[in-house]
C-alpha cells in the first residue's frame, strides 16, 4: 500500500499542493497535519509510521516535509527500512536500500538541513540589522498610522467605541490598546 505524508508549518498554510501530488502519485492514504516541523511529536506523523507494514511505501513530496534534521531522518529511514517500508520522496526519487541509496539520501538529509540553518542565519542576521534602525518595530506593521489613531481617539470623547469602529473602521480592541498606548506616553 502506497501512504502520503503531507505537512505545513502553519495553520495559514495550505497543504493542497501536496496532497494533490501525493495523489498523483497513487496514495491510497494519505495523512495531513499543519504542524511546526521544529516539533519531535507530529501526531500524524507518528500515527502513519504505526500504520506502514513489510512492503508498503511511505510517499513524502520533499525531504524537508519528513524530518526536522538530517539525524531524525537517517534514523526514520534506517527503521523504515528494517521494517521492510520503501521511501519515495516525490523531488528525489525512490530511495533505495542499498550502500548508494542510503549514502544519497544522508547527503541529500544534509543539504536539506543547512539549508534551514541558513534560512535561520539569514533571517537573524537581517533581524539584528534591523533592530539597529531607529524606526524598527517588532513584529507585524501597524495597520493603522499615527494620525489615524489620534483621530479615532479624539472621537471617543463624544462618542462609543462601537460609532467610533463605524466611522474610521479601527477595530475596538486595536482602539483600546492604542489609546492605553497613548496615555501611557504622556505619563
Same mark, same amino acid.
Given at each position: ?15 493542497? +499542493? ?18 511546526? =516541523? ?35 531522518? !537517517? ?25 548508494? =541509496?542510503?549514502?544519497?539520501? @544522508? !547527503? ?44 479615532? +481617539? ?25 489609546? @492605553? ?7
Amino acid at each position: 500500500m502506497r501512504y502520503g505524508y503531507a505537512r505545513v508549518s502553519t495553520i495559514a498554510q495550505d497543504l493542497e +499542493v501536496q496532497i494533490k501530488a501525493l495523489q498523483a502519485a497513487e496514495c491510497q492514504v494519505i495523512y495531513q497535519e499543519k504542524f511546526t =516541523g521544529t516539533k519531535t511529536d507530529r501526531p500524524e506523523f507518528n500515527k502513519l509510521l504505526e500504520a506502514l507494514k513489510k512492503d508498503d511505501t511511505l510517499v513524502i513530496t520533499k525531504l524537508d516535509r519528513f524530518a526536522r534534521s538530517a539525524v531524525e531522518g !537517517i534514523q526514520t529511514v534506517k527503521a523504515l527500512f528494517t521494517r521492510g517500508v520503501k521511501v519515495h520522496i516525490l523531488n528525489i526519487g525512490l530511495v533505495e536500500d542499498t550502500a548508494t =541509496g542510503r549514502l544519497i539520501f @544522508n !547527503i541529500l538529509s544534509s543539504f536539506a538541513e543547512f539549508e534551514r540553518d541558513m534560512i535561520v542565519e539569514r533571517t537573524q542576521e537581517g533581524k539584528a540589522l534591523a533592530k539597529q534602525r531607529d524606526d524598527f518595530r517588532e513584529g507585524r506593521p501597524r495597520k493603522h498610522s499615527k494620525q489615524q489613531i489620534l483621530h479615532a +481617539v479624539e472621537l471617543l470623547k463624544t462618542h462609543t467605541y462601537k460609532e467610533v469602529e463605524t466611522k474610521t473602521g479601527i477595530k475596538k480592541r486595536t482602539l483600546i490598546y492604542r489609546k @492605553n498606548e497613548l496615555e501611557a506616553m504622556r505619563l
